[in-house]
């Protein structure tokens, strides 16, 4: 009998936060392909009951879950409460207003939400990613 030792990977869990049930299901086939247990949630009660149970790499929000501009507020307590996560806001066209309040909120990326729910989650993979194997080349 051969003598094999179990090495466990990594857990990598991956917060989606959406209203829309097709953007919830394209995020979860994608993060899941890509090795993450990903965590979907419709509204912020059900987001935040996710934060106190879960440590997150991946936060991807849309800036309206709720009211219009809540996934701001939850991308300021995700930021406070995992530093290091990549976090990736859907939102309409940027302007000025917007990309302030990105930073100011802890927003790695903001990502256009016109665009089709593979498309975005095939480049925010790719954009979190590149920035994992950056952090450990450094």
Same mark, same amino acid.
């Given at each position: 009998?051969?003598?094999?030792?179990?090495?466990? %990977? !990594?857990? %990598?869990?991956?917060?989606?936060?959406?209203?829309?049930?097709?953007?919830?299901?394209?995020?979860?086939?994608?993060? !899941?392909?890509?090795?993450?247990?990903?965590?979907?949630?419709?509204?912020?009660?059900?987001?935040?009951?996710?934060?106190?149970?879960?440590?997150?790499?991946?936060?991807?929000? !849309?800036?309206?879950?709720?009211?219009?501009?809540?996934?701001? !507020?939850?991308?300021?307590v995700l930021h406070m409460c995992f530093p290091h996560a990549y976090i990736a806001m859907i939102a309409p066209e940027?302007?000025?207003?917007?990309?302030?309040?990105?930073?100011?909120?802890?927003?790695?990326?903001?990502?256009?939400?016109? %665009? +089709? +729910?593979?498309?975005?989650?095939?480049?925010?993979? %790719?954009?979190?990613?590149?920035?994992?194997?950056?952090?450990?080349?450094?």
């Amino acid at each position: 009998m051969q003598n094999t030792q179990y090495i466990p %990977r !990594s857990i %990598r869990n991956a917060l989606v936060v959406h209203s829309d049930l097709g953007v919830l299901s394209t995020m979860q086939a994608a993060l !899941s392909q890509e090795g993450f247990t990903p965590i979907l949630c419709r509204d912020l009660p059900t987001a935040l009951l996710a934060i106190v149970q879960h440590r997150f790499d991946l936060c991807i929000l !849309s800036m309206s879950v709720g009211e219009k501009a809540d996934g701001w !507020s939850l991308a300021g307590v995700l930021h406070m409460c995992f530093p290091h996560a990549y976090i990736a806001m859907i939102a309409p066209e940027p302007d000025l207003l917007m990309l302030q309040t990105a930073i100011n909120s802890g927003v790695t990326q903001l990502y256009l939400s016109s %665009r +089709p +729910p593979a498309e975005l989650a095939a480049e925010i993979l %790719r954009d979190c990613n590149r920035r994992t194997i950056g952090a450990r080349l450094q």
